[in-house]
């Protein structure tokens, strides 16, 4: 073999090493983080801005998903492939109603996502967990998402209605998110608050939109 071509291999070989290393190291956001998120065939950002704040927990609906070491994962972002079978968590907010009210509640917040339609909130993560943690997700009746004193939030495990275990979303390992975006319309009181969340591209339905200009264009016409 040529010098000259034992060199090209071994630049290509070190440099595929390299780009799957760093590709591996990314971090997705965590649930109720809000942000912007777009995920198009030549562009794909993340930009996390804030995270939702929760005066009480909110219920999850969680689900066990089996992966074989066969099986191909798709946005390998932050994980390897398995070794052998393995279990991930899927965590999403089943108590939306309950998540737009705390929305509407935080004035601040809501002043600031009116300055853009492209803001989203995360409401779905699937997640891989060490052994020990998947054994204590495994034995909960019910999930929520909680807040804690840092103002951070955590996953609040129940048995029998009573929190036995909080586990830190740092203490898993998030694979894949989905985001939702925010549907505006006017109170009673003609103000501008979030009505639903809906997939992207996903109409929100009467007297309701994702553009806010839409919403202040309306309200112009009424007066």
């Known amino acids: 073999m040529k010098?000259?071509?034992?060199?090209?291999i071994v630049l290509v070989t070190a440099c595929s090493s390299v780009k799957y290393k760093s590709s591996t190291t990314k971090?997705?956001?965590e649930l109720g983080t809000i942000g912007v998120f777009t995920n198009f065939l030549l562009k794909k950002e993340q930009q996390t801005k804030t995270?939702?704040?929760l005066s009480d927990p909110i219920r999850l609906h969680f689900e066990e998903i089996q992966i074989s070491k066969r099986q191909l994962i798709p946005?390998?972002?932050?994980?390897q492939a398995p070794k052998k079978d393995s279990t991930l968590i899927s965590f999403e907010i089943l108590?939306?109603?309950?998540?737009?009210g705390e929305l509407n509640?935080?004035?601040?917040l809501v002043n600031y996502l009116l300055k853009t339609t492209h803001y989203k909130i995360v409401t779905k993560v699937t997640m891989q967990f060490p052994e020990e943690l998947l054994t204590d997700i495994q034995k909960a009746d019910e999930i929520y998402l909680s807040q804690n004193k840092q103002k951070t939030l955590s996953l609040e495990l129940r048995k029998n209605n009573k929190p036995f275990q909080v586990i830190e979303f740092t203490d898993g390992n998030i694979i894949s998110f989905k985001a939702l975006e925010f549907c505006w319309g006017q109170n009673k009181r003609r103000d501008i608050e979030i009505f639903n969340l809906v997939p992207n591209g996903s109409s929100c339905g009467e007297e309701t939109?994702?553009?806010v200009k839409?919403?202040?264009?309306?309200?112009?016409f009424k007066f």
Do not use: G
């Open 3 to 8: 010098p000259v071509y034992l060199l090209f």
């Open 27 to 29: 971090k997705l956001p």
């Open 51 to 53: 995270v939702v704040s």
């Open 75 to 79: 946005k390998k972002d932050s994980l």
């Open 95 to 100: 108590d939306k109603v309950a998540l737009v």
């Open 105 to 108: 509640q935080d004035k601040k």
């Open 209 to 211: 939109y994702t553009s």
């Open 214 to 220: 839409k919403v202040k264009k309306k309200n112009e």
